[in-house]
């Protein structure tokens, strides 16, 4: 996959950086406008306000933020 690096970094990599935001925009979204049928089946806690598919959206955008720590603490070489 030597042909698709886009500058440092390979595509690969640019799909593990855009991971987290996307989960985090999916949480937001299921939290204000997922309370369909299908979401009644994901949901284990009954009284929680985030039940369903939201919490598990967030927690995938946290599972998947160690590019972002990885990209925001390397010293940058010039």
Request: aromatic share 8%; with cysteine; charged share 10%.
């Amino acid at each position: 996959m030597a042909g698709a690096r886009i500058g440092r970094r390979s595509a690969a990599g640019w799909l593990g950086i855009a991971a987290s935001p996307v989960f985090a925009i999916m949480a937001l979204l299921t939290a204000r406008y997922g309370n369909g049928p299908a979401d009644l089946l994901c949901s284990a806690l009954t009284g929680w306000p985030l039940g369903g598919m939201a919490p598990m959206y967030a927690l995938m955008s946290l599972f998947h933020s160690a590019p972002w720590i990885e990209l925001l603490t390397t010293p940058r070489r010039r």
